[in-house]
Structure formats: C-alpha cells, structure tokens
C-alpha cells in the first residue's frame, strides 16, 4: 500500500501545487462581495419553505414532471441513436474535432439556437439534449470499446460477418458498463431538462424559477423536493423493460408541435446568422475590400469588448469553482466511506449527496445570488456543491473497495496515508475531467449576471444580435476544446503507475468520468 501511495506521490504534489497557486491567483481577482442586506433572513424564508412545503400551489404539476421527463428520454434516445454510430468511426480526427465542439456548447445554448428556427417547441427542448449528448455518447462509447478484450474476436468461427463479430466480441464484453453510463446520462438528462424551463420550456424548471422569484418559497420547495426525489428513484422506475413502455408515451404526450416554416429556416440561415455587414449582400461581394475592412473591425470589437474580457472571467470563475470543489469533496469523501464511518452516518450522508448532485448548477446558484447578492461568490459556491456531490458520488464506492491491512482503524490519519494515497490519483483524474463540465456551466451561469462568456451570449441573442452571438459560441466552444486537451495533457503519467492504479482500485479510469 505504501509502494501505491509512493509512486505517484511526486507527480500528483506537483500538479496540486500548480492548482493550489492558480486558484488562488484567481480568487484574488475573482469578485467574492456579498452585497446582499440581509441573506439570514431571506434564507430562513427559504428554510421555512422546505420545512413546509406545498405540493398543490402548481398547477398542472404532473404535466411539468412528465414534461421533465418526456424531453430527457427522448433527447437521450435521439442522442444514443445518432451517437453510437459516431463511436465507431470517434477515431477519425474530423469526428473526434466535431464532436468535442458539439458538446464543448451547453444544451441551454443549443436551445437558445433551436429557439428562433422551431420557438418555444417539443423540438426545440429534445433537440437541446440530443446533439450534445450525442457528441458525449460518442466520445465516451469510443473509450469504452477500446478497453473490450480482444481474445473473443479469434475464438469466433471463421467467416463470421462484421457486425456479429462487433456484437459478440466486443460490444457484449462492455455491455454493462455501457448500460451504468446510459442510466447516469439520463440522471443528467433530467438536470438538463429541468433547466431549459428556464427559458420557457414546460418543465420543472419553468415553474421553479416562478416560485423562488416571487418569493413563493413553499412552493418552490415543494417543486425541489419532488425533483430530488425523481432523480433519486431513477433505479426503481427507469428500469430497462418499462422504457418501451415510456417512450410511446413521451411521443404521445409531447406538447403540440407547430408547423416547421422553411422560410424562417432558411432566413436564418441565409441572413440572420450573418454579420451585419454582409446581410442583403450578394455572395460575390462578401470578399471586397470595404466589406472585408468593416468585418474584421467588427470581429476586432466583439473580440476586445466582449470575448476577451468574458473569456477571462469565465476561467476565473471556473479555477475558483475547481478549487473549492477539490476542497468539499476532500472533506465529504471520508464521511461517506464505510472506511471511516458508520451505515448510519453514510445513508445521512448520502442522502446529501443525492441532494447535492440532483440540484442543477443554475439553479443552486440562482438561490444563493439572491442570498448573497450579484457577484461570483454565488456561482462558485454553486458549481463546487454540485459537482463536489457528484464526485463523492462516483469516488465513495472506490473508496469502500480499496484493500485496506487488518490492523487498520477508521481515523483520519490511517485513512489519509492508507486510503488517500490509493485514491488520489482517480480523484484528481476525475477533477480535471469535470472541469471541462465547470467551464460550460460557467458560461451558462452568464445568464444570472456573471460576466462570464455565457452573458454576452445571452445578451447577443437578447438583442437580436445572432452572428455576434454565434461568434462567441464559436470561442465558448473552442475554450472547452483547448482546456480538455490541457488536462489529458497534465494527467499523462507513466503506464506503470495507471496500472498499479487500476489494479488496485480494480476500475477503468476511462470511465464513470461524470462527463
């Protein structure tokens, strides 16, 4: 156990330290005001409103849960149907290239995009989850096939065609870990489809974002404690067999879809995503001198007033957001293992985790900026709870399979030099893995106020503004690209340490990455 710790102790201080200082630059920069008069009594309301909830203040509440629920599964539906194909050729660079900016964009973007070809439409909302949960599939199907077993493929009869031998040599030796992320997506798929009422969709959301800003809190925590309690009994009714079942009835009950206008389509296309200077232009004369001089001023001025400043804010936010989400779930993880704990404290725990985890990040932080008032404080404290309770989440069952002598006792310094040690390496995998999910909720979180990318983009698409808009999607995107392939590139340590690492964790580290 000594020799695991030993081997990548070097290594992980040097990359600890180098995110130590980096946070710490940040959060000196960050602004961490809290302007609020008086938080205490706004959150007793809000606790006052848990403690007492009322389940009957909305009106057509069952409709918004299965509205929650019809658009998760069938984006995760079109999502899977599209993105396996794409995880068999994910090796091909343009592939690889299209789908990490696919999902680098958040699905409240994509929306916002389908929202002025389809409006407020059944279309717009499965859509939303869909394309970027297809880029994901993608990604991550590919990571798994590539750790099935290869021995199988020799031991088949010969003349056997490609796709038995894809199915029976491959795909059956991943099967259950495949199935594991499908049902984890769909978790996240009904977090993603509950934000999208914030924009008007008929979800959860929609009516969430009422109650707490009319102050109706008994009913906003009604509509938190159903929602919680949706996401935590996803084992007992999102069962394989029944979602034949499910999905008729997702179709059947989709609110009504309106007549696609090919016209609006194409004007967005043709005209609407164009920078100004070119709409109502011809083709040919796009690439004049004058029209090439007013379109690089144009992106010049999106690039310095807008991009550059957004862009640093959102990294600023998102080291913070990282930061502190090291430091909660260093502090959560040992209350959640049967290493350092009893059952009893584990089930209390765990419940908070479920809490913690099933809460989306915008609206976490929707709730503490009215607490504490307009700045980052809010949107950081809201994307390290939740993604802190998600790594507990993935981390506590390592955490309760590491081998551990006889002689060991459930106190926090043989749990830090036994078990720490052995975990670490996975963690911090893990951590830089979710970073690139911090950075895309960072730019959502824009739409509460932050000065992160997210705002401009909203505020470019607020005011009609859609190729600035597109624009900074394009660097949004591109941010998230280039901060993924910085963090592979920091994580690479040698092939020995990752297989003492697997053998004794007995994981993939490729996978349950919580993407």
Not at 188 to 208: D, E, H, N, Q, W
Not at 323 to 335: A, N, Y
Not at 474 to 501: E, I, K, M, W
Request: glycine content about 6%; aromatic content about 14%.
């Amino acid at each position: 156990m000594i020799f695991r710790g030993r081997v990548f102790l070097g290594h992980w201080q040097k990359i600890t330290l180098l995110l130590l200082v980096t946070v710490s630059v940040c959060w000196f920069f960050a602004d961490t005001e809290v302007i609020a008069l008086d938080p205490w009594s706004e959150l007793g309301r809000m606790w006052q409103g848990f403690v007492h909830p009322d389940f009957f203040a909305t009106e057509n509440l069952f409709d918004a849960l299965w509205q929650t629920i019809s658009f998760a599964l069938l984006g995760i539906t079109v999502g899977l149907l599209v993105g396996f194909p794409l995880a068999l050729w994910y090796q091909h660079p343009l592939i690889a290239a299209l789908c990490a900016f696919i999902r680098a964009i958040h699905e409240i973007f994509w929306a916002l995009i389908f929202l002025q070809i389809f409006g407020l439409s059944a279309i717009t909302g499965i859509l939303a989850i869909a394309l970027p949960y297809a880029a994901t599939f993608a990604r991550v199907f590919a990571d798994i096939l590539q750790q099935a077993p290869i021995h199988t493929l020799f031991s088949l009869p010969k003349g056997t065609d490609k796709l038995s031998a894809f199915i029976y040599g491959r795909w059956m030796h991943m099967y259950p870990q495949i199935i594991d992320y499908i049902r984890y997506r769909f978790e996240c798929a009904l977090r993603s489809s509950a934000v999208l009422g914030f924009i008007g969709m008929p979800t959860l959301g929609f009516y969430l974002e009422s109650a707490f800003r009319q102050g109706r809190y008994e009913q906003g925590g009604a509509l938190l404690i159903l929602f919680v309690l949706l996401i935590g009994s996803i084992r007992f009714w999102a069962k394989p067999i029944l979602l034949w079942l499910y999905l008729p009835l997702a179709v059947y009950f989709l609110p009504p879809i309106p007549v696609i206008d090919s016209q609006l389509i194409w004007r967005f296309i043709s005209v609407d995503i164009l920078p100004p200077m070119l709409q109502g232009q011809a083709f040919f004369t796009w690439f004049d001198a004058d029209n090439l001089s007013k379109l690089f001023d144009w992106v010049y001025e999106l690039i310095s007033q807008q991009v550059f400043p957004g862009m640093i804010a959102t990294l600023v936010l998102a080291f913070c957001a990282l930061g502190l989400t090291h430091l909660f779930t260093m502090i959560l993880l040992p209350l959640n293992t049967r290493l350092m704990m009893p059952n009893l404290i584990i089930l209390f725990m765990r419940a908070v985790n479920l809490i913690l985890r099933s809460l989306p990040e915008y609206l976490l932080a929707f709730v503490f900026m009215m607490l504490l008032g307009p700045s980052m404080l809010p949107a950081i404290i809201a994307l390290a709870l939740h993604n802190a309770g998600l790594m507990v989440f993935l981390m506590a069952r390592q955490a309760d399979n590491v081998s551990v002598p006889l002689t060991y006792l459930p106190r926090i310094d043989q749990y830090s030099y036994l078990v720490v040690p052995t975990l670490y390496p996975h963690f911090m995998g893990l951590l830089f893995y979710r970073f690139e999910v911090i950075i895309r909720e960072t730019a959502i979180l824009g739409m509460l106020g932050v000065m992160t990318l997210g705002f401009y983009v909203d505020s470019n698409f607020s005011e009609i503004r859609f190729s600035g808009a597109l624009l900074l999607l394009v660097f949004t995107a591109g941010l998230n690209v280039v901060v993924d392939y910085l963090a592979r590139r920091l994580l690479h340590y040698p092939r020995h340490s990752v297989q003492v690492c697997q053998s004794s964790l007995k994981i993939n580290p490729r996978i349950n990455l919580g993407h």
